[in-house]
């Protein structure tokens, strides 16, 4: 691919990814075919700004963890108050992390 | 598998958790037999609004359903039979996987993933935890 529209993709979705994925996705977007530009161009991915806002409101009853795709653990977080209130505030932080981890494994789906 | 987790982090959480649980439980039922009094509260939402949470109640519940009481453990919250199910059986199960050396538990937490992303299911998920949700608040928990 060329990379130019490889540049232009970091650009806009720099945001989604975790800051050592970046290098990664550059490398292997630009040795990729250029059929799969549409693919990668029209993938939707969480922003973790708002898992952080989703977070902090809902994070007790698990809806951030629900949000990401993790049902399973947002179930774990709901039944648990937000894991005795401890697990609700360990998740405002590592929240945006697991967001970005989210979106590379989307990615990596693709490409 | 649609998790990220793999399955030794998975069953290392789920112990953790239920050993947590079990203290918990413990705790509450050797202090607090007969008359449970709440001077500990553990549910952010509960103390910073003073409303209770879909999940409050649920110690509670599983203290009644560990002393024999039914009725009283659904009437404090039918969650807790979930819960105490779950941190009844997970321990076994984890137990029995690294044993045999399987991953029976984790292909199961899979399913169970991917049978609460089916829009129906999860609709009617979220309005059995909203209606309990206000039978909490009616009860006031």
Redo the contacts between chains.
């Keep these: 691919m060329e990379a130019q529209k490889v540049d232009l993709f970091i650009m806009t979705n720099g945001k989604f990814f975790e800051s050592h994925h970046l290098q990664a996705i550059r490398d292997r977007l630009l040795e990729m075919d250029d059929s799969k530009w549409g693919m990668v161009q029209t993938l939707q991915f969480k922003d973790p700004t708002i898992c952080l806002i989703i977070s902090l409101l809902g994070g ?2 698990g809806i951030d963890r629900f949000f990401i ?5 947002g ?2 977080k ?8 401890i697990w ?2 360990i998740d405002w932080f590592l929240i945006m992390g697991a967001a970005r ?2 979106n590379m ?1 989307k990615l990596r789906q693709i490409i | 598998m ?4 793999s399955r030794n982090k998975l069953y290392l959480l789920l112990l953790f ?1 239920c050993s ?2 079990w203290i ?1 439980i413990y705790y509450n039922f050797a202090y607090n037999i007969g008359n449970y009094s709440t001077d500990i509260n ?4 509960k103390q910073a609004t003073g409303v209770p ?4 109640g ?1 110690t509670r519940s599983i203290v009644s359903f560990l002393s024999g009481s039914i009725k009283d453990g659904l009437y404090s919250n039918p ?1 807790g039979l ?2 105490l199910i ?1 941190i009844m059986v997970s321990p076994v199960w984890v137990v029995f996987d690294f044993l045999f050396k399987k991953k029976s538990l984790y292909i199961f ?1 899979g399913k ?2 991917m049978f ?2 089916i829009k129906l299911v999860a609709i009617i998920a979220i309005i059995l ?1 909203i209606a309990n949700w206000i039978w909490n608040i009616q009860k006031g928990l």
Excluded: H, M, N, Q
Aim: hydrophobic share 45%; proline share 2%.
């Design positions: 007790s009853l795709g993790d049902t399973g653990l179930i774990g709901l039944l648990t108050c937000g894991g005795f209130g609700a505030i981890e989210k494994e | 649609s998790s990220a987790l958790t947590l649980g918990w553990t549910c952010i939402i949470c879909p999940s409050c649920t969650l979930i819960v779950i937490y169970v993933e609460f992303r935890v």
